[in-house]
């Protein structure tokens, strides 16, 4: 059986080699449209199209329009945007999907595309595995002529509408404040300076200077030390990180330390819980979320439910308990009252939000949250059997468990986009949890590794 196409968060890998072709995008392009088609009832299907700073994303963007438009679909092309603004742009539209070119917080070799439902969330995965199936039969979807051929529609007003989507509710002001940006040469990279500045900050801005292949370089989200030492340097009242799409945000305060997404979580949730307007007094996180975090929620009277690693999975859990916040360590954060996705922009505002009307700063906040020392590292793998298959690893993981003695834990799981496999252990001592961790993943390295641990 060949490998699934779609992965955790849609197609992912080395753009110009398969999926990532542009032979495989147009086809991709006409077999989304003819499974919306099937689905929606509609004559005509619109999409929304949007993409990321990557070199790749015009090669991939016109092959699947081309697609798209062979098949009779409308195209909105709103160009370089956050993945969650084509998520609101497919809601704001009313179309049948929305299509995004990013591979995220990966390298610029990397591409994905990504698909919107109407209500801009994840396409179900039954209707990704009609596409695939499509994909793998003869050719069915529609090849209108004359007046029938699809219509692109360069849709210049992406940007100011989902910065008027930012604002509204919004009652926040930034007059004299300085805020530090670090863009990651990516999506955001136009639209957090003009979104800080329309709201009064003073903006110092990093990475905003894309060149197709610099983005996510020792940049953004997962590479804050540049803004740690900005944050510093300009005496800024806090540092926003965003990753490649924009659809995580980590922050810096105004001492120069790094604050994930536990402590906005954290944050975030006692504020709301505080004021009564945390829904079912839950939060949903995931696996990978400090134990420190279940302390801090635990003592406002919160309660911290679990679900594996991706930002799907904590959006189902939030919609099957009626939660309103939810999110990841990463930095993906659901503030669903605003969103249906991760926004790093929405998220900068919440938190920001609660900064003005508490009066305190983000150092300060972070005080309800004290974590637990944690390591990670990732192993580079050539395949992703079961954990239980790999000679040795479960004993000696056993054994780890054990070794702590209820006051810290172990995770092994696998990327669901990269070739990896992360070994996360959290306990009270650093040392060990150290050793421990270098031990399982040179297990893991010795039985299935193609490179290094990192």
Same mark, same amino acid.
């Given at each position: 059986?060949?490998?699934?196409?779609?992965?955790?968060?849609?197609?992912?890998?080395?753009?110009?080699?398969?999926?990532?072709?542009?032979?495989?995008?147009?086809?991709?392009?006409?077999?989304?449209?003819?499974?919306?088609?099937?689905?929606?009832?509609?004559?005509?299907?619109?999409?929304?199209?949007?993409?990321?700073?990557?070199?790749?994303?015009?090669?991939?963007?016109?092959?699947?329009?081309?697609?798209?438009?062979?098949?009779?679909?409308?195209?909105?092309?709103?160009?370089?945007?956050?993945?969650?603004?084509?998520?609101?742009?497919?809601?704001?539209?009313?179309?049948?999907?929305?299509?995004?070119?990013?591979?995220?917080?990966?390298?610029?070799?990397?591409?994905?595309?990504?698909?919107?439902?109407?209500?801009?969330?994840?396409?179900?995965?039954?209707?990704?595995?009609?596409?695939?199936?499509?994909?793998?039969?003869?050719?069915?979807?529609?090849?209108?002529?004359?007046?029938?051929?699809?219509?692109?529609?360069?849709?210049?007003?992406?940007?100011?509408?989902?910065?008027?989507?930012?604002?509204?509710?919004?009652?926040?002001?930034?007059?004299?404040?300085?805020?530090?940006?670090?863009?990651?040469?990516?999506?955001?990279?136009?639209?957090?300076?003009?979104?800080?500045?329309?709201?009064?900050?003073?903006?110092?801005?990093?990475?905003?200077?894309?060149?197709?292949?610099?983005?996510?370089?020792?940049?953004?989200?997962?590479?804050?030390?540049?803004?740690?030492?900005?944050?510093?340097?300009?005496?800024?009242?806090?540092?926003?990180?965003?990753?490649?799409?924009?659809?995580?945000?980590?922050?810096?305060?105004?001492?120069?330390?790094?604050?994930?997404?536990?402590?906005?979580?954290?944050?975030?949730?006692?504020?709301?819980?505080?004021?009564?307007?945390?829904?079912?007094?839950?939060?949903?996180?995931? *696996?990978? $979320? #400090? =134990? %420190?975090?279940?302390? !801090?929620?635990?003592?406002?009277?919160?309660?911290?439910?679990? /679900?594996?690693? &991706?930002?799907?999975?904590?959006?189902?859990?939030?919609?099957? *308990?009626? $939660? #309103? =916040? %939810?999110?990841?360590? !990463?930095?993906?954060?659901?503030?669903?009252?605003?969103?249906? /996705?991760?926004? &790093?922009?929405?998220?900068?505002?919440?938190?920001?939000?609660?900064?003005?009307?508490?009066?305190?700063?983000?150092?300060?906040?972070?005080?309800?949250?004290?974590?637990?020392?944690?390591?990670?590292?990732?192993?580079?793998?050539?395949?992703?059997?079961?954990?239980?298959?790999?000679?040795?690893?479960?004993?000696?993981?056993?054994?780890?468990?054990?070794?702590?003695?209820?006051?810290?834990?172990?995770?092994?799981?696998?990327?669901?986009?990269?070739?990896?496999?992360?070994?996360?252990?959290?306990?009270?001592?650093?040392?060990?949890?150290?050793?421990?961790?270098?031990?399982?993943?040179?297990?893991?390295?010795?039985?299935?590794?193609?490179?290094?641990?990192?």
């Amino acid at each position: 059986m060949s490998p699934r196409l779609f992965g955790t968060d849609g197609i992912r890998g080395v753009a110009n080699r398969e999926p990532l072709v542009p032979e495989t995008a147009y086809r991709l392009g006409r077999q989304i449209v003819a499974t919306l088609l099937e689905h929606a009832g509609d004559s005509r299907v619109r999409l929304v199209i949007g993409r990321d700073t990557r070199l790749s994303g015009p090669m991939l963007e016109a092959a699947l329009v081309a697609g798209a438009l062979s098949a009779g679909a409308e195209c909105y092309a709103a160009g370089v945007l956050p993945t969650p603004a084509v998520a609101f742009l497919t809601r704001h539209l009313e179309a049948h999907g929305g299509i995004v070119l990013s591979a995220s917080h990966n390298p610029f070799e990397d591409n994905g595309i990504k698909i919107f439902s109407p209500d801009g969330i994840k396409l179900p995965d039954a209707w990704e595995d009609e596409i695939e199936a499509r994909l793998g039969a003869p050719d069915t979807a529609p090849r209108p002529y004359g007046g029938g051929v699809g219509r692109l529609v360069v849709y210049d007003r992406a940007e100011a509408d989902y910065l008027a989507f930012c604002r509204r509710d919004a009652d926040l002001r930034l007059d004299g404040v300085a805020v530090a940006l670090d863009c990651a040469h990516g999506a955001t990279y136009r639209l957090a300076p003009r979104l800080f500045r329309s709201l009064g900050a003073r903006v110092v801005a990093l990475g905003v200077r894309p060149d197709g292949t610099n983005i996510n370089r020792r940049s953004g989200a997962l590479y804050p030390e540049a803004l740690r030492k900005k944050v510093r340097a300009s005496g800024a009242r806090i540092g926003l990180a965003f990753d490649g799409d924009g659809d995580r945000l980590i922050t810096v305060d105004e001492t120069g330390e790094v604050r994930d997404g536990d402590y906005i979580l954290a944050i975030c949730a006692r504020h709301l819980a505080a004021r009564g307007q945390l829904k079912g007094g839950l939060v949903v996180t995931t *696996v990978m $979320a #400090n =134990l %420190g975090l279940d302390r !801090s929620l635990g003592e406002a009277g919160i309660q911290a439910l679990k /679900t594996q690693v &991706g930002d799907r999975y904590v959006l189902e859990e939030m919609r099957r *308990v009626g $939660a #309103n =916040l %939810g999110g990841e360590q !990463s930095g993906h954060l659901i503030f669903l009252d605003r969103s249906a /996705t991760g926004d &790093g922009l929405i998220s900068a505002l919440q938190l920001l939000g609660v900064m003005q009307e508490t009066g305190r700063s983000l150092g300060e906040l972070s005080r309800c949250l004290t974590k637990f020392p944690q390591v990670l590292l990732n192993v580079e793998v050539r395949e992703k059997p079961p954990f239980e298959a790999v000679p040795g690893l479960a004993a000696r993981l056993k054994q780890a468990e054990e070794s702590l003695d209820g006051r810290g834990r172990v995770l092994v799981r696998y990327s669901g986009t990269e070739p990896l496999a992360r070994v996360m252990l959290e306990g009270e001592n650093r040392e060990q949890i150290e050793s421990l961790a270098r031990e399982l993943a040179g297990i893991i390295k010795g039985a299935i590794g193609s490179g290094k641990i990192r």
